[in-house]
C-alpha cells in the first residue's frame, strides 16, 4: 500500500469512528444539529439589521454579502466540525503528557492528532451554506459564472488550508505556556469578522485580514469568484499564499514537537 492509500484509509478511518459514535446516541446527535441550525440563523441577524437600514454596505448588495456570510457558514462548519475537535484534543495531550501515545504510532503525528475526532452534525451547516447561495443567486436572478464556480471550488480548498495552518499555528503555542484558551478563544473572535466582506473594514484592519489573518481569502474571494468578479491575480496570490500559511505551520509543528516533553520525562 502507498503512503497516500495508507493515510487515506486511516482518514476514513478516523472518520467513520467519528461517525458512529456520533450515532451511539441519535436524539443528542440530531439534537446537536437543531441547536447548530439555530446559531447559523442567529448569525444572520447582523446582516438583516444592517441591510434594512441600507442598501448596500462598502459597495455590497444584501445579495451578495449573502453569499459572503453562505462562505463563513460553510467554513464555520468545517472548523467545528472537522479542525476544532481534533486539535483542541491535542492541548489536554500536552497538559497531561499523554501525546506520547500519539508520538509511538507509525504514522505521522500532525494527521493522527488533525484527524483524530469530528463533529458530524455540524455537517448541517454545509447545507444552510448552500441554501444561503441558492437564495442570494435566486434573488439576483442569475446563477454563478462557470469559472467562477471553479475558481470558488479551488479557493474552498486554499481556504480549508488557511484555516487549518491557523489552527495548527496557535496550538503550536500550547508547546510553550500550555494554556491557550485566551488563544483559541481570541482566534474564534477574529474568525468571527469574516463574515463581512474585506472591504468592510478600512485602513489597517483591511490590510492585517488580507495578509496577516487572511479572512478575505476565505470568505470574500471566494464569494467574488461565485459573482465572478475575482482577478485572477487574487486567485494566484491566494493559492501561494495557503502554500506558504501550510509551510510555515508545519515547520511550526515540527520545531514544537521538539520541545515537547513527556509524562515519563
Known sequence: MTGVARYWQLFRVQVRSSVLLGLQYRADF???????????????????TVFHLRDSLAGWSFEEALVVTGWFTLLEAILEGAINPSLTAVVEHIRKGTLDFVLLKP??????????????????????????????????????????????????????????????????????VVKIDNLTNLFNSIFDAARWPVQVFRGLMRWVFTFIVPLALMTTFPAEAMLGRLPLPALAWSVVGAGAFGWLSRRVWLSSIARYTSASS
Do not use: C, H, K
Request: no cysteine; glycine share 4%; proline share 4%.
Open 30 to 48: 440530531i439534537l446537536d444539529g437543531l441547536v447548530s441550525l439555530f446559531w447559523t440563523l442567529t448569525a444572520l441577524v447582523p446582516l438583516f
Open 107 to 176: 504514522a505521522d503525528a500532525q494527521f493522527l492528532v488533525s484527524t483524530a475526532r469530528f463533529e458530524p452534525w455540524r455537517s448541517t451547516n454545509v447545507v444552510t451554506a448552500v441554501v444561503l447561495w441558492v437564495v442570494a443567486f435566486v434573488r439576483m436572478g442569475r446563477l454563478p459564472s462557470l469559472p467562477g464556480s471553479f475558481a470558488a471550488v479551488l479557493l474552498l480548498v486554499v481556504a480549508t488550508a488557511l484555516l487549518y495552518s491557523l489552527w495548527i499555528l496557535t496550538v503550536s503555542a500550547a508547546f510553550y
